[in-house]
Every structure is written in structure tokens, then in C-alpha cells.
């Protein structure tokens, strides 16, 4: 290995306690678990169903291929990162997709990452010239207070951010290979090591994008001593592990800027999202040493600039120093360094429209701040230090369960969101459509209203404004939004269906008033609206032979049990209209049928034994 042309740093504590590793696992497989308790078994949100459903697709027989497609929709956070995308499909493929099983995933995942942070702190320490133990000591308190840290675990709990751990897995593999190597007389599988981790951190989420000036900068602050030689020593090394950026780019090129909330063409501009990250990361900070209250979904903040003008200097401040300590080459610059590098891809220039702030980007971000405090707290005073620290994880362990309780139900969680952010749209239509699932159409319309002040012309909250009217039976209303609704957006599918549902609604009741004309054009316009449903079919048919217009009746019936063979009012209408009109070779096999699947019919077997008669049998 190079010698390093740093003079050494001063030396670190050269004793302090040891407590044997199997206690600091015992620790957190206690407090882990106690930590997320509560919304184990709570429902999935926001973008979760879209993930399950691109699971079962890869399970299914789209296979493992499916992971690979590039997405268009916002709401698919699986699309364009293959490696969270498979892991889904392989709970998927074992069965294992309740709520449960897939933030238990979480849970075992993040905890991999608590070991590999711990093993990367200690290693770090003892090059800092710490004795073994203390520094075994501060990095199993620092990896403690990470893994239930509040912050941390917004990932765990979300389910779709599994996609966030899997790249701070990645990139703390990487990290830690890399530390490994450097301690080797070997360091070449080491660092192949190194790169393979890093291209699975590629392969699971854009914020791996961090990964090799990471590893550069703690090649600079721990190992090489000047940026000259990180590239004079390593150079093949730094260039595979850029590969990723090649992967990443092709990745996010073919997602077009995850349905153009991404990137330099979002509805955020640069200014404004750059602005609003001032906010963001002051209030990241903040939430670091006091985790409450922290928000499920910030919604499209956009800061102005008298309110972040404050926060943005800090920040700005807080940068310069972290330049100047990697310029140095100090421990503190590196920890400053990483902190900001790992907020790089998303809390930059580069917009992010659909969440401009949210705390689950602050996973591995955490680490560094979190280690800088616990391990500068067992330097000035080992054992108070380790008291005190053990003490943070345990009142992190309860704040975490408390937050954790929101977790439990839909309701409770949006209307929690709502309060803390009442200028979020998304969060008023969640909760609009959680109240609605619990059959109080009335308060869902409200949150829906307030929704569509905020966020003007959306279909998915007028669509269900809709879908409120007619359930509390303004039925012509609910048929003038969804027809507006169209109109707008006509490539809006769940407003098709609902309106086919209007129609049909409709059309029954103006066929119980003898308005049959009318009746038609409705139910011949649900046919259209709902292609898949054979009600609006089987309905038509039932006017259409009161209006006397017998074939095209029969017509109707028999598209009606084309999309569903097992409809009986249709084929029972078909076949007996069919016998009426003196076609009994026609309806015999349909009431054969009949009389089979409803043997305790009279009058089937009486029509039955008519048509066999008619038909010479």
C-alpha cells in the first residue's frame, strides 16, 4: 500500500468498554422490532400497490424481464430499478406479499446495513488510531442508534423504499470492501468486491449515483492523504466503479424522468427546487437530533424565498466547511462530505417534482452525522459517553414506536399528512379515498374538494368527486363530472368505467319509467364505456326486445356471454327469445345448459322439453 504523506492524526481512546459484539446484536434484534411494531401489519400506500403489482407481473408470466421496462407513471417507483424490482418478484413468486412480509424484508435488510456501517465505523476508528475496543464500542452505538433511528427508518416502513435500502446496502458494501482492501495484502478481490456492490447499488436506485466519489473521498480523508494519489494508486479501480454511472444513465433515460417528475424538464424549475432543498436539509438536520414530528408526504413544496433564506444559509454554511475539511483532508470534512454527497441526487439542481422534500432520502445520509456525534461523544468521555448514547437509542427506540402508530390504518395516517401539510393536494385526495373505502361518501367529498382546490383539473380527485355523487345519489352529477372529466382527460380510464357505471345506472332507471329510447342510448353508451363488463350488454338486450327489435336483442345477449359464459340472464333471455321465434335448434343447447346449472327451474325444463320437441327429439 502507498505510505500516507499525512502527518498522523492524533491518537484516539486508548480504553474505554468492551462489551462483547453478540450484546450489541442482541441490542438491536430487541429494539429493532420494537421500534416498527406498530405498522408491521399496517396497509400499503401511495405507491406501494403499484410495486406488488409489478411483482406479480414478474412472477407471473411477463418473468423476470418485466423488471427491465422502463416506466412512464410516476406512481411506478419499481420502474428502472431492476434489483428492487426482482426482490418484490421473488416474494411474490414465494407467496410472501402481505404487508408484513414485505416490511419484514425491510427490516432484515436494513439490519444488514446497521452490520456492514458498524464494521466500516470500527475499521475507520482504529486507521484514526483508536484502540480495538473503544472503537468496536462507538461503532456498535453509532450502528445502534442508526438502525432505529426515526429518519432511518421512513424507508423501512414504506415498503416501495426498499429500493432505498437496497442502494445504501450497496453503497456501504462498496465502502466497506473498499476499507477492507486497503487493509489486505491482497486488496484486489477486495475491490472487485467493491465494484460488484456498487453496480447492484446501480441497479436498485439513482441515489447509488453518489457511490464513487464517496469511495474517493474516503480514499482521500483515510487512505491516500491527497487527491493526487487516490488516482496515482487506483485509477482501474475509480474507472470500473464508474461503470455504474453508465448503468444508471441508460436507466434513467429510458424511464424519461419517471413520467417527467424527474429531471430538468419537471414542472419544478431549477431555481425553485434548489431553493426549496435549503428547507429540505436544514430540516433534515434538525430532525436528526430531534425526530418529531416527521411527515409521511410533503407533497410539492416549493419554498419562497424570504421563508428559506434562513435555512439556505446554514446549509450553504455547513457546505463550505465540509469543502474546507475534504480539502484538508479531515475526518470532519469527510463526514460533512458524505452527508451532502449522499443527498447529491436528490436534494440538488436536479428537480424532483412529485416529492420535492421527503425524509426517507435521509437513509444513509444519516450515517455520517449520527456516527460524527456518537463517536465525538465517546472521545471527550468514553463511559458517560456510551451511557448517553445508549440512552439516545432507547428514547429513539420509543419515538420511532409512537411515530410508527400512524402507520396502522390509511385514515389515520393521511389525516395526519393532511394536518401537518394542509397545502398538500395528495394528501387530502388519500385521505378522501381512505374515508370514502370506509363508506362515508359524505367526508370524502370534502377532503376531494379541498384536493381539487389545490391542485385544479386533476382527473383521479374529480373522477372521484364523481364517484362521491353518485354514491350519495346525485346521479346526474356525478354523469356531468365524469363527462367533463373525459372530456379533459380522455385517455383517463377509470373515469370510462365509472361513467359506464352512470350510464347503466341511468338507463335502468329510465327503463323502470317506461322511457325504453332513453334507456337504449344509455346502455348502449355503458357498453361502450365499460368493454369488459357484461351487464351494460345483458341490459340493451332487455330494451332493445322491448323496443321490438328482436335481433339485435339476441345480438346483444350473445356479445353479453361472450365476455362472461357464465351469465345466466342472458343465456336463459337468449334462448327463450330464441324458442319464441321459432329457432328451438338454436336454444336447445343453451337450455341444456341451463337445466344443468339450475336443475330446479320449472319452467326451463318445460321450455326445454318444448324446443327438444320442436326440434324432432
Given at each position: 500500500?502507498?505510505?500516507?504523506?499525512?502527518?498522523?492524526?492524533?491518537?484516539?481512546?486508548?480504553?474505554?468498554?468492551?462489551?462483547?459484539?453478540?450484546?450489541?446484536?442482541?441490542?438491536?434484534?430487541?429494539?429493532?422490532?420494537?421500534?416498527?411494531?406498530?405498522?408491521?401489519?399496517?396497509?400499503?400506500?401511495?405507491?406501494?400497490?403499484?410495486?406488488?403489482?409489478?411483482?406479480?407481473?414478474?412472477?407471473?408470466?411477463?418473468?423476470?424481464?418485466?423488471?427491465?421496462?422502463?416506466?412512464?407513471?410516476?406512481?411506478?417507483?419499481?420502474?428502472?430499478?431492476?434489483?428492487?424490482?426482482?426482490?418484490?418478484?421473488?416474494?411474490?413468486?414465494?407467496?410472501?406479499?402481505?404487508?408484513?412480509?414485505?416490511?419484514?424484508?425491510?427490516?432484515?435488510?436494513?439490519?444488514?446495513?446497521?452490520?456492514?456501517?458498524?464494521?466500516?465505523?470500527?475499521?475507520?476508528?482504529?486507521?484514526?488510531?483508536?484502540?480495538?475496543?473503544?472503537?468496536?464500542?462507538?461503532?456498535?452505538?453509532a450502528a445502534l442508534v442508526w438502525l432505529v433511528h426515526p429518519l432511518a427508518l421512513t424507508a423501512v416502513v414504506y415498503v416501495v423504499q426498499r429500493a432505498e435500502i437496497l442502494a445504501g446496502l450497496g453503497m456501504l458494501a462498496a465502502l466497506a470492501a473498499f476499507a477492507r482492501g486497503m487493509e489486505s495484502s491482497r486488496p484486489g478481490p477486495w475491490l472487485a468486491w467493491s465494484v460488484a456492490a456498487g453496480l447492484a447499488a446501480a441497479l436498485a436506485k439513482e441515489s447509488a449515483a453518489a457511490l464513487p466519489l464517496l469511495v474517493a473521498l474516503y480514499d482521500r480523508c483515510f487512505v491516500a492523504g491527497s487527491w493526487r494519489a487516490v488516482f496515482r494508486a487506483r485509477r482501474g479501480y475509480y474507472l470500473a466503479l464508474t461503470t455504474g454511472?453508465?448503468?444508471?444513465?441508460?436507466?434513467?433515460?429510458?424511464?424519461?424522468?419517471?413520467?417527467?417528475?424527474?429531471?430538468?424538464?419537471?414542472?419544478?424549475?431549477?431555481?425553485?427546487?434548489?431553493?426549496?432543498?435549503?428547507?429540505?436539509?436544514?430540516?433534515?438536520?434538525?430532525?436528526?437530533?430531534?425526530?418529531?414530528?416527521?411527515?409521511?408526504?410533503?407533497?410539492?413544496?416549493?419554498?419562497?424565498?424570504?421563508?428559506?433564506?434562513?435555512?439556505?444559509?446554514?446549509?450553504?454554511?455547513?457546505?463550505?466547511?465540509?469543502?474546507?475539511?475534504?480539502?484538508?483532508?479531515?475526518?470532519?470534512?469527510?463526514?460533512?462530505?458524505?452527508?451532502?454527497?449522499?443527498?447529491?441526487?436528490?436534494?440538488?439542481?436536479?428537480?424532483?417534482?412529485?416529492?420535492?422534500?421527503?425524509?426517507?432520502?435521509?437513509?444513509?445520509?444519516?450515517?455520517?452525522?449520527?456516527?460524527?456525534?456518537?463517536?465525538?461523544?465517546?472521545?471527550?468521555?468514553?463511559?458517560?459517553?456510551?451511557?448517553?448514547?445508549?440512552?439516545?437509542?432507547?428514547?429513539?427506540?420509543?419515538?420511532?414506536?409512537?411515530?410508527?402508530?400512524?402507520?396502522?390504518?390509511?385514515?389515520?395516517?393521511?389525516?395526519?399528512?393532511?394536518?401537518?401539510?394542509?397545502?398538500?393536494?395528495?394528501?387530502?385526495?388519500?385521505?378522501?379515498?381512505?374515508?370514502?373505502?370506509?363508506?362515508?361518501?359524505?367526508?370524502?367529498?370534502?377532503?376531494?374538494?379541498?384536493?381539487?382546490?389545490?391542485?385544479?383539473?386533476?382527473?383521479?380527485?374529480?373522477?372521484?368527486?364523481?364517484?362521491?355523487?353518485?354514491?350519495?345519489?346525485?346521479?346526474?352529477?356525478?354523469?356531468?363530472?365524469?363527462?367533463?372529466?373525459?372530456?379533459?382527460?380522455?385517455?383517463?380510464?377509470?373515469?370510462?368505467?365509472?361513467?359506464?357505471?352512470?350510464?347503466?345506472?341511468?338507463?335502468?332507471?329510465?327503463?323502470?319509467?317506461?322511457?325504453?329510447?332513453?334507456?337504449?342510448?344509455?346502455?348502449?353508451?355503458?357498453?361502450?364505456?365499460?368493454?369488459?363488463?357484461?351487464?351494460?350488454?345483458?341490459?340493451?338486450?332487455?330494451?332493445?326486445?322491448?323496443?321490438?327489435?328482436?335481433?339485435?336483442?339476441?345480438?346483444?345477449?350473445?356479445?353479453?356471454?361472450?365476455?362472461?359464459?357464465?351469465?345466466?340472464?342472458?343465456?336463459?333471455?337468449?334462448?327463450?327469445?330464441?324458442?319464441?321465434?321459432?329457432?328451438?335448434?338454436?336454444?336447445?343447447?343453451?337450455?341444456?345448459?341451463?337445466?344443468?346449472?339450475?336443475?330446479?327451474?320449472?319452467?326451463?325444463?318445460?321450455?326445454?322439453?318444448?324446443?327438444?320437441?320442436?326440434?324432432?327429439?
Amino acid at each position: 500500500m502507498p505510505s500516507d504523506p499525512r502527518p498522523p492524526p492524533p491518537p484516539g481512546p486508548t480504553a474505554g468498554p468492551g462489551v462483547p459484539r453478540v450484546v450489541w446484536a442482541a441490542a438491536g434484534a430487541i429494539l429493532l422490532p420494537l421500534a416498527v411494531l406498530p405498522a408491521l401489519p399496517g396497509p400499503l400506500v401511495l405507491d406501494d400497490g403499484p410495486a406488488l403489482a409489478l411483482a406479480h407481473q414478474i412472477a407471473g408470466p411477463a418473468g423476470w424481464v418485466e423488471a427491465w421496462r422502463p416506466g412512464v407513471d410516476p406512481g411506478e417507483t419499481l420502474r428502472g430499478r431492476p434489483l428492487s424490482a426482482w426482490s418484490f418478484g421473488l416474494q411474490a413468486t414465494a407467496g410472501l406479499t402481505s404487508p408484513l412480509a414485505l416490511r419484514l424484508v425491510n427490516l432484515v435488510l436494513h439490519a444488514g446495513a446497521a452490520w456492514l456501517l458498524a464494521g466500516l465505523v470500527r475499521r475507520t476508528l482504529i486507521r484514526l488510531r483508536w484502540a480495538p475496543a473503544p472503537a468496536a464500542t462507538a461503532a456498535a452505538l453509532a450502528a445502534l442508534v442508526w438502525l432505529v433511528h426515526p429518519l432511518a427508518l421512513t424507508a423501512v416502513v414504506y415498503v416501495v423504499q426498499r429500493a432505498e435500502i437496497l442502494a445504501g446496502l450497496g453503497m456501504l458494501a462498496a465502502l466497506a470492501a473498499f476499507a477492507r482492501g486497503m487493509e489486505s495484502s491482497r486488496p484486489g478481490p477486495w475491490l472487485a468486491w467493491s465494484v460488484a456492490a456498487g453496480l447492484a447499488a446501480a441497479l436498485a436506485k439513482e441515489s447509488a449515483a453518489a457511490l464513487p466519489l464517496l469511495v474517493a473521498l474516503y480514499d482521500r480523508c483515510f487512505v491516500a492523504g491527497s487527491w493526487r494519489a487516490v488516482f496515482r494508486a487506483r485509477r482501474g479501480y475509480y474507472l470500473a466503479l464508474t461503470t455504474g454511472w453508465l448503468v444508471l444513465a441508460a436507466l434513467v433515460l429510458a424511464g424519461a424522468g419517471r413520467g417527467g417528475t424527474a429531471g430538468w424538464d419537471s414542472p419544478v424549475g431549477v431555481g425553485a427546487y434548489l431553493l426549496t432543498q435549503g428547507e429540505a436539509v436544514a430540516g433534515y438536520l434538525w430532525h436528526i437530533l430531534w425526530p418529531y414530528p416527521l411527515t409521511f408526504d410533503h407533497g410539492p413544496v416549493v419554498a419562497t424565498l424570504p421563508g428559506a433564506l434562513a435555512p439556505g444559509l446554514l446549509v450553504l454554511a455547513l457546505l463550505a466547511a465540509s469543502v474546507w475539511g475534504v480539502g484538508r483532508g479531515h475526518p470532519l470534512g469527510f463526514a460533512g462530505g458524505a452527508f451532502f454527497l449522499c443527498l447529491a441526487p436528490s436534494s440538488s439542481v436536479v428537480p424532483v417534482a412529485s416529492q420535492t422534500i421527503a425524509e426517507h432520502r435521509m437513509y444513509l445520509a444519516l450515517a455520517a452525522p449520527v456516527v460524527l456525534l456518537v463517536a465525538g461523544g465517546l472521545r471527550r468521555a468514553p463511559r458517560g459517553g456510551a451511557l448517553a448514547t445508549g440512552a439516545a437509542a432507547l428514547a429513539l427506540t420509543g419515538i420511532s414506536a409512537a411515530r410508527h402508530q400512524s402507520y396502522r390504518d390509511e385514515v389515520t395516517l393521511w389525516s395526519e399528512t393532511a394536518t401537518r401539510r394542509p397545502d398538500n393536494p395528495r394528501a387530502h385526495h388519500n385521505l378522501g379515498q381512505a374515508v370514502f373505502a370506509r363508506g362515508d361518501p359524505a367526508a370524502a367529498e370534502a377532503h376531494f374538494r379541498r384536493a381539487e382546490r389545490l391542485r385544479p383539473g386533476d382527473p383521479d380527485t374529480r373522477h372521484n368527486l364523481a364517484l362521491c355523487a353518485l354514491r350519495l345519489g346525485r346521479t346526474e352529477e356525478a354523469r356531468t363530472l365524469l363527462e367533463e372529466n373525459r372530456a379533459r382527460a380522455p385517455d383517463h380510464t377509470p373515469s370510462a368505467l365509472a361513467l359506464g357505471e352512470v350510464r347503466g345506472e341511468l338507463g335502468r332507471r329510465a327503463l323502470a319509467t317506461g322511457r325504453a329510447a332513453e334507456a337504449r342510448e344509455h346502455f348502449t353508451a355503458a357498453a361502450a364505456l365499460r368493454p369488459l363488463d357484461p351487464r351494460p350488454r345483458h341490459n340493451l338486450g332487455n330494451v332493445l326486445l322491448e323496443l321490438d327489435a328482436v335481433e339485435a336483442a339476441l345480438a346483444a345477449w350473445r356479445e353479453a356471454l361472450a365476455i362472461d359464459p357464465a351469465l345466466g340472464e342472458s343465456r336463459r333471455a337468449l334462448a327463450l327469445v330464441l324458442l319464441r321465434t321459432g329457432r328451438a335448434a338454436e336454444a336447445l343447447p343453451h337450455l341444456e345448459r341451463l337445466a344443468r346449472e339450475e336443475p330446479g327451474r320449472a319452467d326451463l325444463r318445460a321450455a326445454l322439453s318444448e324446443a327438444r320437441q320442436a326440434a324432432g327429439r
